[in-house]
């Protein structure tokens, strides 16, 4: 069973790594959302290839991609949908919006008004749409990659915590070190290589390598120590808030894919380590006096990691 999710997994994130170079890492752990269902925000600033990482894993999976422009007068219904009347045939319609697809680009997203933000977080939720009284299935995979710029808060909104806390996953791609992006320079023509990604899976293969990875085991020690995790930010000094249930749920399901794509059908508590910052980070809130002594999550949930005890596991 694991050796055919890194199959796919592997193939999946050498097809990416052609596009968004020097990233394999964060590609990785971006499948890893991926395959657990869940969504991805990417906080980083302009140009360093938060939309083509979307577009690759859309080619890659044999899907489509539509990408929303998040604005202060975008409405809820240019994501969801409306139901539009049909002269000739005397009947109201249902038009799709582009949430109907496999992986949606919501760029900018804290530009969006909390009501528009508000309905493209309960697709994410529900996973349908309800318009005129009739629930209406997203495609599967769905998988909504946001962005936001975290350094131009002129003119947004930035998502509240109950909202950042449907997010799976936030990554932060950064800049290419200065060998890749000189490969970068090199390789450059109008052409787009992700017009050339050819599929290397479809979404019926990639939907049993979803149900599969539900099924690597875990023992009761891994579940202790992510709990253990999530306690020590729920009573840190500096934290105001700590890590939810949601959060502990989707480390556990996070970790799970980490350890298949490394042909694994047991998980560590490495695995939990490698994934702890970009599942747990966004959960987290410091107080108004760690904010002033300069504090970051990242260093908090760092400093947890390293007191929290790390369980013997028979496997790791």
């Known amino acids: 069973m694991v050796g055919n999710i890194a199959q796919v997994t592997d193939s999946i994130i050498n097809n990416v790594d052609l596009v968004v170079r020097g990233k394999r890492a964060e590609i990785r752990l971006a499948l890893c959302c991926l395959l657990t269902e869940g969504h991805l925000l990417l906080d980083d600033v302009p140009g360093t290839g938060k939309t083509s990482l979307a577009k690759a894993f859309a080619n890659s999976i044999s ?59 309960e697709v994410m939720e ?48 950064g800049y290419a070190d200065p060998e890749t992006e000189v490969s970068i320079l090199e390789d450059f023509h109008r052409h787009s290589a992700q017009d050339d990604l050819s599929p290397v899976t479809d979404p019926a293969e990639l939907d049993q390598v979803i ?12 579940d202790d120590y992510i709990v253990a995790i999530a306690n020590a930010t729920r009573i840190h000094p500096d934290l105001r808030l700590g890590v939810s249930t949601r959060g502990t749920l989707t480390m556990l399901r996070v970790a799970r894919a980490f ?26 809130a410091l107080t108004a006096e760690a904010e002033l002594r300069g504090a970051r999550v990242e260093n908090v949930l760092a400093d947890i990691i390293d007191e929290v005890p790390v369980p013997r596991t028979r496997q790791g």
């Open 63 to 121: 899907g489509t991609w539509k990408r929303v422009q998040f604005t202060p007068d975008l409405l809820p219904t240019d994501i969801t949908g409306v139901m539009v009347y049909d002269q000739r045939a005397g009947s109201f319609s249902f038009r799709e919006g582009p949430v109907f697809t496999s992986v949606l680009i919501g760029d900018e997203i804290n530009r969006g008004s909390p009501k528009t933000q508000s309905a493209l977080l």
């Open 259 to 284: 350890a298949a794509t490394d042909e694994r059908d047991y998980v560590t508590p490495d695995d939990v380590k490698a994934v702890a910052a970009p599942v747990l980070s966004h959960r987290m």
């Open 126 to 173: 529900e996973r349908q749409v309800t318009a005129d009284g009739v629930s209406r299935a997203v495609p599967r995979p769905f998988f909504v990659i946001a962005t936001q710029n975290p350094r131009d808060f002129q003119g947004t909104f930035p998502l509240p915590d109950v909202q950042l806390d449907r997010f799976a996953m936030k990554l932060t791609l």
């Open 211 to 222: 149900n599969q990875i539900d099924q690597v085991p875990v023992v009761r020690a891994i």
